[in-house]
């Protein structure tokens, strides 16, 4: 019994061990590239002689200045929220509706061209009529993040309704099941690792729009920091710390998205 | 006769897949129907399905005409068919949704020893080799007690060793069970190995060219003289010199 336990926790510890390691392998090369760029970006600074642009640690003592303020978790949680609520909508109306094209052909091919021709339309083009139909308020950034993510939801949905073998719901329907059921029991598991992909792809667009759709009728968020330290002082520190806050976030949720979407791939 | 098609013609647009096809199935019969590909076999097999309705002609299934996919009657793909979002034991209870629990399980139980699948009821298909892919498929089908199987060329991705087992399985099922099978192949010896009868269909438009009795008792002996001489007569039927 003795001799199994311990058996037991050397083989804990060497698996740990391994654990520990792998994760050093992985973190140490990026780790590695932040610092060179650090160190590129300082010497770069000071060798131009530039006022404008910062150095890394002006930056950092600009990031430092908005988290005690705490003006820095405000703004992040603005964004957060502008972003998830623009996204969420666009979730809501492009899944049922990417299904539903993706289900009937001859309503697709009548929307489709409608959705392939907004589709290249930037988000951005839409800011004048945000502007009219929302004011000056937190609806028309939201509108906008809604704009960018919406189509490629339902493109990433149709399509991969469309791409279920068509020999699933021939079973499905073989075995008796009615139109809601074939839905529940087949298309939707079918569907769903078909298009994880395509809204991961979506969210990211979401938050690459997010800065212009925070530059109208804002005046809180990451997006409005940047125009906002740019307009008011030229403050360059503070854009490129907004920038780098904007990237960071970013990579998170992403990771984020890709572990929820190992999940549900398992 | 269990599955009668009488004089059923299909077009495709402009294209004529079946002529004419009128076939019987007895109840408990094993049938092979074979032919060169896009000889229209599989659509045969999908107008019985309920899946395509012919252009003209009827089948009709205990005197019964088929206008729609019946749980009844069955149809088995390649592999590919089973759903890889559900184990295997999710897999084969597909079908029984509408019984009581402790029912289903006894018999998702029973028909994962059939098919010898014991100890992967947990297991997702991408686990499984494709020969046991196959069998969860069998077993999906069998679980909600048809009295047709449709199988349209089930055993054509596997290799060839796997192939031989899953079809001496198949036989110890279709003994036990003792359904009516429609089996689509384009492999000659297996329809040889397998069927009561096999019927042997032209090149598109599909006709009838001959159905052969295959009177050799199971377990058949395939360097038998009967057997070699029935090959061959399917062989010659289908226009093909028996060499390499």
Same mark, same amino acid.
């Given at each position: 019994?003795?001799?199994?336990?311990?058996?037991?926790?050397?083989?804990?510890?060497?698996?740990?061990?391994?654990?520990?390691?792998?994760?050093?392998?992985?973190?140490?090369?990026?780790?590695?590239?932040?610092?060179?760029?650090?160190?590129?970006?300082?010497?770069?600074?000071?060798?131009?002689?530039?006022?404008?642009?910062?150095?890394?640690?002006?930056?950092?003592?600009?990031?430092?200045?908005?988290?005690?303020?705490?003006?820095?978790?405000?703004?992040?949680?603005?964004? !957060?929220? $502008?972003?998830?609520?623009?996204? =969420? @909508?666009?979730?809501? +109306?492009?899944?049922? %509706?990417?299904?539903?094209? *993706?289900?009937?052909?001859?309503?697709?091919?009548?929307?489709?061209?409608?959705?392939?021709?907004?589709?290249?339309?930037?988000?951005?083009?839409?800011?004048?009529?945000?502007?009219?139909?929302?004011?000056?308020?937190?609806?028309?950034?939201?509108?906008?993040?809604?704009?960018?993510?919406?189509?490629?939801?339902?493109?990433?949905?149709?399509?991969?309704?469309?791409?279920?073998?068509?020999?699933?719901?021939?079973?499905?329907?073989?075995?008796?099941?009615?139109?809601?059921? !074939?839905? $529940?029991?087949?298309?939707?598991? =079918? @569907?769903?690792?078909? +298009?994880?992909?395509? %809204?991961?792809?979506?969210? *990211?667009?979401?938050?690459?729009?997010?800065?212009?759709?925070?530059?109208?009728?804002?005046?809180?968020?990451?997006?409005?920091?940047?125009?906002?330290?740019?307009?008011?002082?030229?403050?360059?520190?503070?854009?490129?710390?907004?920038?780098?806050?904007?990237?960071?976030?970013?990579?998170?949720?992403?990771?984020?998205?890709?572990?929820?979407?190992?999940?549900?791939?398992? | 006769?269990?599955?009668?098609f009488s004089d059923i013609s299909m077009r495709f647009g402009a294209m004529e897949v079946l002529q004419h096809i009128t076939?019987?199935?007895?109840?408990?019969?094993?049938?092979?129907?074979?032919?060169?590909?896009g000889c229209g076999k599989s659509t045969l097999l999908n107008i019985a399905?309920?899946f395509l309705a012919p252009t003209s002609g009827s089948v009709?299934?205990?005197?019964?005409?088929?206008?729609?996919?019946?749980?009844?009657?069955?149809?088995?793909?390649?592999?590919?068919?089973?759903?890889?979002?559900?184990?295997?034991?999710?897999?084969?209870?597909?079908?029984?949704?509408?019984?009581?629990?402790?029912?289903?399980?006894?018999?998702?139980?029973?028909?994962?020893?059939?098919?010898?699948?014991?100890?992967?009821?947990?297991?997702?298909?991408?686990?499984?080799?494709?020969?046991?892919?196959?069998?969860?498929?069998?077993?999906?089908?069998?679980?909600?007690?048809?009295?047709?199987?449709?199988?349209?060329?089930?055993?054509?991705?596997?290799?060839?060793?796997?192939?031989?087992?899953?079809?001496?399985?198949?036989?110890?099922?279709?003994?036990?069970?003792?359904?009516?099978?429609?089996?689509?192949?384009?492999?000659?010896?297996?329809?040889?190995?397998?069927?009561?009868?096999?019927?042997?269909m032209?090149?598109r438009p599909g006709r009838?060219?001959?159905?052969?009795?295959?009177?050799?008792?199971?377990?058949?002996?395939?360097?038998?003289?009967?057997?070699?001489?029935?090959?061959?007569?399917?062989?010659?039927?289908?226009?093909?010199?028996?060499?390499?």
């Open positions: 019994m003795k001799i199994s336990d311990h058996h037991k926790d050397t083989k804990d510890t060497k698996s740990s061990l391994r654990v520990l390691c792998a994760f050093v392998v992985k973190i140490v090369p990026p780790i590695i590239t932040a610092a060179i760029i650090l160190v590129l970006w300082s010497i770069a600074v000071k060798a131009s002689g530039t006022k404008i642009f910062p150095t890394p640690t002006a930056v950092a003592k600009a990031i430092t200045t908005l988290a005690e303020k705490s003006l820095l978790w405000h703004y992040i949680a603005d964004s !957060l929220t $502008r972003v998830f609520t623009g996204y =969420a @909508v666009a979730l809501v +109306i492009g899944i049922p %509706l990417g299904f539903l094209l *993706g289900w009937y052909a001859p309503l697709a091919r009548a929307i489709n061209p409608l959705i392939q021709m907004l589709r290249p339309i930037s988000p951005l083009a839409w800011m004048p009529l945000a502007v009219i139909w929302f004011g000056v308020s937190n609806a028309a950034p939201i509108f906008l993040i809604f704009l960018a993510s919406l189509f490629p939801i339902i493109v990433a949905a149709m399509n991969g309704v469309r791409n279920v073998p068509p020999m699933y719901l021939q079973a499905g329907r073989n075995f008796g099941l009615t139109t809601p059921q !074939l839905m $529940r029991r087949v298309m939707i598991p =079918a @569907v769903l690792p078909r +298009i994880i992909v395509g %809204l991961r792809l979506a969210f *990211g667009i979401a938050w690459v729009v997010l800065v212009a759709a925070e530059m109208i009728a804002v005046d809180s968020g990451l997006g409005y920091l940047i125009i906002d330290a740019r307009n008011a002082g030229k403050r360059y520190d503070l854009v490129v710390a907004g920038m780098l806050m904007i990237g960071l976030i970013g990579l998170l949720l992403d990771t984020g998205i890709r572990k929820i979407e190992q999940w549900i791939s398992e | 006769m269990k599955v009668q076939l019987g199935a007895e109840e408990g019969e094993f049938l092979c129907i074979v032919g060169p590909s399905g309920g009709t299934i205990d005197g019964e005409p088929v206008t729609a996919p019946d749980r009844r009657r069955i149809f088995v793909f390649q592999e590919r068919g089973v759903f890889p979002w559900l184990t295997v034991e999710g897999n084969i209870g597909f079908g029984l949704f509408d019984m009581p629990d402790d029912e289903r399980r006894s018999r998702v139980a029973q028909y994962i020893d059939l098919v010898g699948l014991k100890g992967f009821e947990k297991s997702y298909p991408r686990e499984l080799s494709g020969g046991m892919k196959q069998r969860v498929e069998v077993a999906r089908a069998l679980a909600v007690n048809p009295d047709v199987l449709f199988l349209d060329e089930p055993f054509g991705a596997l290799d060839s060793i796997t192939r031989l087992q899953m079809r001496s399985e198949l036989l110890r099922i279709w003994r036990a069970e003792r359904k009516t099978v429609l089996f689509v192949t384009h492999d000659i010896e297996e329809s040889v190995q397998l069927a009561d009868r096999v019927v042997v032209s090149a009838i060219r001959r159905v052969v009795d295959i009177d050799i008792p199971h377990p058949r002996d395939l360097s038998s003289r009967r057997y070699i001489e029935l090959r061959d007569l399917i062989f010659g039927e289908i226009g093909l010199a028996h060499q390499v």
